[in-house]
């Protein structure tokens, strides 16, 4: 089962963005508390620091003093109380008095069975203590200030937890929101970025059909657009070296043949010819001694009729000897096969437009319903030739309805042109000899429009040069002509 590249690029994008998600989530739900409780005593530690300081200056009792130690405590929300050396609370900033000083005094004379101790120094101990009364849990840091003043500096832990809390939950919320924007812009990038793929994709496939028209559209300079590129002349030169194989393959096939038949085809070719201009040759003959002889001399009537025969039996003659030179050309190679790629349904509109006057003069109708373009492979001059005479033969054979009708069907490997016409069905016993040079089923009507019995033998002569089918076959109400060309 194949899975598009596009689909490919844009789960393993959305994994990769999911499980990087997921991970900062984790890394939100297990270490933030942890974080922010070190900020936390960074917070607390830079507050002793500072309170510290202010001490050395002897400035306790200031009103700056006070104002400073405010600020502190609004800036990182913590609690602070210092007494001198007398017990005597010297400052005191967001708590009750004595409970606290209850609580310094007691650190400072027994160890709290509540507490956990993070650090210890000279000056001073940090520490996660549960308050008794209220059973709220703080981070605190007690001891003794340079100048020998004691001090509690705490910040309850509730409001940690709180900020975690919330900061998990909106983590969870923008993740979401992230997560669904980023699938979505993902989609799209991907889609951007692989179409050019999946047009090279399709190109490629239509190649190896054969089908060189397609083309990559270059929009770029870039990895993609210059593969797009090559395939483009890669599609050109696969086109012109196909041509020249099938040329070369048909001139390979017609070599091989070309020794066997030279001798036979001379000797047809002789008898033919002496048989089928016996009789023109006869008649110019008779009718021009009787001319010579002044049999009709008083009848100008019966002279220009004599003329007229000799005229018209010396141009079947003259149609005949093109025919027979253009068939001769065939049968021995001397006019070679060039293979090439056109459109033979334009061929086909194209003749017949140019034959609607002669259809129109013999009340002939013509239907053909031809879609364009069809490429096909052949010599089309050849094919043109082949198709000309399938129609002359129809237009000559039209009988009843007069309807000669052309179609096309096509399948994987080869087109298939048909040529049908109203009139009678070819004896059966005549079926298989119609392609011989020289052949004529109904004598009497071949000579009334002037045919020589070697159009089909051209047919069968070019059909057999670039190695493909032909034939015909009686149908209810008349005939049909068919040859077939590579797609």
Same mark, same amino acid.
């Given at each position: 089962?194949?899975?598009s590249i596009?689909?490919?690029?844009?789960?393993? *994008?959305?994994?990769?963005l999911?499980?990087?998600?997921?991970?900062?989530?984790?890394?939100?739900?297990?270490?933030?508390?942890t974080? &922010?409780?070190?900020?936390?005593?960074?917070d607390?530690?830079?507050?002793?620091?500072?309170?510290?300081?202010?001490?050395?200056?002897?400035?306790?009792?200031?009103?700056?003093?006070?104002?400073?130690?405010?600020?502190?405590?609004?800036?990182?929300?913590?609690?602070?109380?210092?007494?001198?050396?007398?017990?005597?609370?010297?400052?005191?900033?967001?708590?009750?008095?004595?409970?606290?000083?209850?609580e310094? !005094?007691?650190? *400072? &004379?027994?160890?709290?069975p509540?507490?956990?101790?993070?650090?210890v120094t000279?000056?001073?101990?940090?520490?996660?203590?549960?308050? #008794?009364?209220?059973?709220? $849990?703080?981070?605190?840091l007690?001891? $003794?200030?340079?100048n020998?003043?004691?001090?509690?500096?705490?910040?309850?832990?509730?409001? &940690?937890?709180?900020? +975690?809390?919330?900061?998990?939950?909106?983590?969870?919320?923008?993740?979401?929101?992230?997560?669904? +924007?980023?699938?979505?812009?993902?989609?799209?990038? @991907?889609?951007?970025?692989?179409?050019?793929?999946?047009?090279?994709?399709?190109?490629?496939?239509?190649? $190896?059909n054969?089908?060189?028209?397609?083309?990559?559209?270059?929009?770029?300079?870039?990895?993609?657009?210059?593969?797009?590129?090559?395939?483009?002349?890669?599609?050109?030169?696969? #086109?012109?070296?196909?041509?020249?194989l099938? @040329? +070369?393959?048909?001139e390979?096939?017609?070599?091989?043949?070309?020794?066997?038949?030279?001798?036979?085809?001379?000797?047809?070719?002789?008898?033919? !010819?002496?048989?089928?201009?016996? $009789?023109?040759i006869?008649?110019?003959q008779?009718? +021009?001694?009787?001319?010579?002889?002044?049999?009709?001399?008083?009848?100008?009537?019966?002279?220009e *009729?004599? %003329?007229?025969?000799?005229?018209?039996?010396?141009? =079947?003659?003259?149609?005949?000897?093109k025919? &027979?030179?253009?068939?001769?050309?065939?049968?021995?190679?001397?006019?070679?096969?060039?293979?090439?790629? *056109?459109?033979?349904? #334009?061929?086909?509109?194209?003749?017949?437009?140019?034959?609607?006057?002669?259809?129109?003069?013999?009340?002939?109708? !013509?239907? %053909?319903?031809?879609?364009?373009?069809?490429?096909?492979?052949?010599?089309?001059?050849?094919?043109?030739?082949?198709?000309?005479?399938?129609?002359?033969?129809?237009?000559n054979?039209?009988?009843?309805?007069?309807?000669?009708?052309? @179609?096309l069907?096509?399948?994987?490997e080869?087109?298939?042109?048909?040529?049908?016409?109203?009139?009678?069905?070819?004896?059966?016993?005549?079926?298989?000899?119609?392609?011989? =040079?020289?052949?004529?089923?109904?004598?009497?009507?071949?000579?009334?429009?002037?045919?020589?019995?070697?159009?089909?033998?051209?047919?069968?002569?070019?059909? #057999?040069?670039?190695?493909?089918?032909?034939?015909?076959?009686?149908e209810?109400?008349?005939v049909?002509?068919?040859?077939?060309?590579?797609?």
């Amino acid at each position: 089962m194949r899975h598009s590249i596009r689909k490919q690029f844009s789960m393993v *994008f959305i994994m990769v963005l999911l499980v990087t998600i997921l991970m900062t989530i984790a890394m939100n739900i297990l270490f933030l508390r942890t974080f &922010l409780v070190q900020l936390k005593q960074r917070d607390i530690i830079n507050a002793y620091l500072q309170i510290n300081r202010i001490s050395s200056d002897n400035s306790l009792l200031s009103e700056n003093f006070q104002d400073e130690i405010l600020e502190l405590c609004e800036r990182y929300s913590i609690s602070i109380i210092i007494m001198n050396h007398d017990s005597q609370i010297l400052a005191s900033v967001r708590g009750e008095d004595e409970t606290i000083k209850e609580e310094l !005094v007691d650190y *400072f &004379l027994y160890d709290n069975p509540n507490a956990d101790i993070v650090d210890v120094t000279e000056q001073y101990v940090l520490q996660v203590a549960v308050d #008794e009364q209220n059973q709220n $849990t703080y981070l605190e840091l007690w001891g $003794t200030l340079d100048n020998g003043y004691r001090f509690l500096i705490r910040s309850p832990m509730e409001n &940690l937890e709180n900020s +975690a809390s919330v900061s998990n939950q909106f983590w969870l919320f923008a993740a979401s929101i992230s997560a669904l +924007a980023g699938g979505i812009m993902i989609i799209y990038v @991907t889609n951007r970025i692989t179409r050019p793929i999946r047009q090279l994709t399709e190109i490629s496939e239509r190649m $190896t059909n054969l089908d060189f028209d397609a083309k990559y559209e270059v929009k770029g300079d870039n990895e993609v657009d210059r593969l797009g590129m090559h395939m483009n002349q890669m599609s050109n030169k696969l #086109e012109h070296t196909i041509s020249e194989l099938k @040329t +070369a393959n048909n001139e390979l096939k017609k070599d091989i043949e070309k020794k066997e038949q030279i001798d036979e085809m001379r000797k047809e070719f002789l008898a033919n !010819v002496s048989h089928e201009l016996k $009789t023109p040759i006869a008649l110019i003959q008779g009718y +021009a001694e009787g001319l010579k002889m002044g049999i009709n001399d008083n009848d100008e009537a019966s002279k220009e *009729f004599y %003329c007229d025969v000799i005229m018209d039996e010396a141009n =079947k003659m003259n149609d005949m000897v093109k025919k &027979l030179m253009s068939l001769n050309e065939l049968e021995f190679g001397n006019n070679p096969v060039q293979m090439e790629r *056109f459109d033979i349904s #334009e061929l086909i509109h194209n003749y017949l437009q140019s034959m609607e006057l002669l259809f129109q003069q013999n009340d002939i109708k !013509v239907e %053909c319903d031809i879609p364009k373009p069809v490429y096909v492979w052949a010599d089309e001059i050849q094919i043109e030739e082949v198709f000309r005479n399938y129609i002359t033969n129809a237009m000559n054979h039209a009988d009843g309805e007069k309807l000669i009708r052309v @179609t096309l069907e096509k399948n994987e490997e080869n087109v298939r042109i048909s040529v049908f016409n109203t009139g009678k069905n070819i004896p059966e016993d005549s079926v298989e000899h119609i392609w011989d =040079k020289f052949y004529k089923v109904d004598k009497a009507r071949t000579r009334e429009y002037g045919g020589s019995g070697v159009g089909l033998s051209i047919v069968k002569a070019v059909m #057999e040069g670039i190695n493909q089918k032909y034939g015909v076959r009686n149908e209810e109400d008349g005939v049909t002509f068919y040859f077939e060309v590579s797609c």
